[in-house]
């Protein structure tokens, strides 16, 4: 198994896996609505290929609340039969090695229980609003540079 930029590989394969990992309803998610019409950061979005079959994935993409810049974290999708493997654990980790200093805080909505370990919490996040159903307890933020965010905001794509 190796790591490749997400960039090279196939929207088709890239589609069944998340169809695989999420579900043919996955658009109707809150998190779809954050980043609709957005292009993912290539520098953050990985694949893993076992041989040439894409079993996992992470995506990264511009977003703001209010006029404050953040990148959205999601979806991380492993396979249905790839599942507890470390596999979402070794993406995160390669994607937070690719950070670079010029990056925005990060957001995400997931299990603080999981992404926890990687940095991620809902402090912060308390005042935001968002386009669709979620619980406020999975809207978490990292902001390692302390980043002066709003308080109160609708977070949505970035323009």
């Known amino acids: 198994m190796h790591i490749r930029p997400l960039s090279d590989i196939s929207a088709d394969a890239l589609?069944?896996?998340?169809?695989?990992?999420?579900?043919?309803?996955?658009?109707?998610?809150?998190?779809?609505?954050?980043?609709?019409?957005?292009?993912p950061v290539d520098h953050l979005s990985f694949g893993i290929l076992e041989d040439s079959a894409l079993v996992a994935s992470i995506q990264c993409w511009p977003v703001r609340v209010d006029n404050a810049d953040l990148i959205l974290v999601g979806p991380v999708a492993?396979?249905?039969?790839?599942?507890?493997?470390?596999?979402g654990t070794q993406l995160m980790q390669g994607m937070l090695n690719a950070v670079t200093p010029q990056d925005a805080p990060m957001v995400m909505i997931g299990d603080p229980e999981y992404y926890g370990r990687f940095g991620f919490s809902a402090d912060g996040t308390s005042g935001w609003t968002l386009p669709g159903p979620w619980e406020p307890r999975r809207l978490l933020l990292r902001n390692d540079a302390m980043v002066a965010l709003p308080?109160?905001?609708?977070?949505?794509?970035a323009d």
């Not at 492993?78 to 596999?87: K, T, Y």
């Not at 308080?151 to 794509?157: D, E, F, I, R, V």
Request: proline fraction near 2%.
């Open 78 to 87: 492993v396979a249905s039969h790839r599942q507890n493997e470390g596999l």
């Open 15 to 39: 589609n069944a896996l998340l169809d695989d990992a999420f579900g043919a309803d996955r658009h109707m998610r809150t998190a779809y609505l954050l980043r609709k019409g957005m292009t």
């Open 151 to 157: 308080a109160q905001g609708t977070l949505g794509p």
